[in-house]
């Protein structure tokens, strides 16, 4: 073989491909790079839309707020049962979101039974979680609201603190809340309840053959029932002669719990 035949091999055999996973064309290695940069992009846009959707739809559950004085002295057996209960904010993705917004938000009731207006409330008396006896005709000369709720409602706990300032806001010589609770929880279940919220109108046991507490599902009580309550919360306004003006349930926009109550204030 010739000189210029064995510098020709020779260089030849020196024209090796590049080791794979070494070195790649540029063009590839920029491809690699812009497909690596925009799997990036979208990965953090992903998590960032996760967080805000599980701020959004998560609501932060209150602190608790001051005691009414009824509440604070209510007996120590009472204190010491309510606190075994274990009671604390249940809150639910989309809960807490139209007792701000205004009246027209509002959804007609998804109980199609619920008595109707212009019928008279049917009548009762029962008990506060200390003992204390509460009458629905008390509360005749008196616009009154009647909320039928259960502690580890989602939507009953978003309404407590709504009903809790209203409650503050309107005239008491004119206008009442009262709660009933609806799924026959005991007295110290119901009590752990009005005490967190630091709610001061009466939250009222409805006694069931089938006791409920925060932590069990119970069953209607007799008033929960003549009242033909299917969802928590259900919301009556009466007027000052005891009739129905208006009934829905689910969350409320507060602008028009205080709109029915002072409408049905103004009845004669």
């Known amino acids: 073989m010739g000189k210029a035949a064995r510098l020709k091999q020779q260089r030849a055999s020196e024209r090796k491909p590049p080791a794979v996973g070494k070195q790649r064309p540029r063009a590839e290695r920029t491809a690699r790079l812009i497909w690596a940069a925009s799997g990036m992009v979208v990965a953090l846009v992903a998590i960032v839309i996760a967080v805000l959707l599980v701020n959004r739809s998560s609501p932060k559950a209150p602190p608790p707020a001051a005691a009414s004085a009824a509440d604070r002295n209510a007996p120590a057996s009472l ?5 075994a209960v274990g ?3 249940t809150t639910e993705a989309g809960t807490g979101l139209i007792e701000d917004q205004p009246i027209s938000a509002a959804e007609p009731p998804s109980n199609p039974d619920l008595l109707p207006v212009g019928s008279t409330a049917p009548g009762f008396t029962l008990m506060t979680p200390q003992g204390q006896s509460v009458s629905l005709a ?19 706990n978003a309404e407590a603190p709504h009903l809790h300032k209203l409650a503050a806001s309107l005239a008491k010589d004119k206008v009442a809340i009262v709660s009933v ?33 925060f932590s069990s599902q119970g069953a209607a009580g007799k008033v929960t029932t003549a009242y033909r309550v299917q969802a928590y919360p259900t919301f009556y306004v009466l007027d000052p002669k005891g009739r129905i003006t208006w009934r829905s349930d689910g969350e409320q926009p507060d ?3 205080k709109q029915q109550l002072l409408k049905a204030a103004q009845v004669g």
Do not use: I, M
Request: hydrophobic share 40%; glycine share 6%.
């Open 255 to 257: 602008a028009l719990l």
């Open 181 to 213: 609770n609806a799924d026959g929880e005991t007295a110290p279940s119901v009590f752990a309840f009005h005490r967190y919220y630091g709610l001061q109108y009466p939250a009222l046991v409805d006694p069931s053959s089938q006791p409920g507490s």
């Open 138 to 156: 008390s509360y005749r000369g008196k616009a009154a609201l009647l909320e039928f709720f259960a502690t580890w409602c989602p939507h009953c």
């Open 79 to 83: 204190v010491s049962a309510a606190n």
């Open 87 to 89: 009671f604390h904010p």
